[in-house]
T-cell receptor
Framework: NAGVTQTPKFRVLKTGQSMTLLCAQD?????MYWYRQDPGMGLRLIHY???????AKGEVPDGYNVSRLKKQNFLLGLESAAPSQTSVYFC????????????FGPGTRLTVT | SQQGEEDPQALSIQEGENATMNCSYK?????LQWYRQNSGRGLVHLIL?????REKHSGRLRVTLDTSKKSSSLLITASRAADTASYFC???????????FGKGMKLTVNP
């Protein structure tokens, strides 16, 4: 099993450009999450999903959109990137109960210039 | 907003010593979890302790939970250089589908 994978690993965007980050999990987990990690800020939840076709806002959702069309995939979109979105983005998944342990992907390092 | 706060924010010890990290939180929880993050990698789950548990062991890890003080501690015994990483506590509030992570603390184990 690959666990949780993220694509791409690195990306540099110019302000105003758009992109989509892809998260895939092969553990048949219901719950999936997108976090951003900034120095001194820990992990902050952007959006999450409690099952295929569902999405919900987290702590810092502004400027991001998500979709969960298939159970195994969770996409994070930036429609118009801003320098404040420079961060490391982590995807995670969890089985039955969202408060169970979460399995993390390796992260995507995004720089917006 | 962070729920858990780790203390200390950084700790440097010698190999073989024990490392203790503390986490304080603010609201009632269903469980508390500890994660490790090696530099440039994703987080890895270490241990979960439920609100009705007071102590839990896993290998060289010992976690305690004091719900009256809203605090938890993670003890790593006989530390190794490979334990060098950032450690995060995360809380699951009752009825919530989410975890709330602290800002993390950096442990350095010197060989």
């Amino acid at each position: 099993n690959a666990g949780v994978t993220q694509t791409p690993k690195f990306r540099v965007l110019k302000t105003g450009q758009s992109m989509t980050l892809l998260c895939a999990q092969d553990m048949n987990h219901e719950y999936m999450y997108w976090y951003r990690q900034d120095p001194g800020m820990g992990l902050r939840l952007i959006h999450y999903s409690v099952g295929e076709g569902t999405t919900a806002k987290g702590e810092v959702p502004d400027g991001y959109n998500v979709s969960r069309l298939k159970k195994q995939n969770f996409l994070l979109g930036l429609e118009s990137a801003a320098p404040s979105q420079t961060s490391v983005y982590f995807c995670a998944s969890s089985s039955y109960r969202g408060s169970n342990e979460q399995y993390f992907g390796p992260g995507t390092r995004l720089t917006v210039t | 907003s962070q729920q858990g706060e780790e203390d200390p924010q950084a700790l440097s010890i010698q190999e073989g010593e024990n490392a203790t990290m503390n986490c304080s939180y603010k609201t009632s929880i269903n469980n508390l979890q500890w994660y490790r993050q090696n530099s440039g990698r994703g987080l890895v789950h270490l241990i979960l302790i439920r609100s009705n548990e007071r102590e839990k062991h896993s290998g060289r890890l010992r976690v305690t939970l004091d719900t009256s003080k809203k605090s938890s501690s993670l003890l790593i015994t006989a530390s190794r250089a490979a334990d060098t990483a950032s450690y995060f506590c995360a809380t699951a509030q009752s009825g919530s589908e989410k975890l709330v992570f602290g800002k993390g603390m950096k442990l350095t184990v010197n060989p």
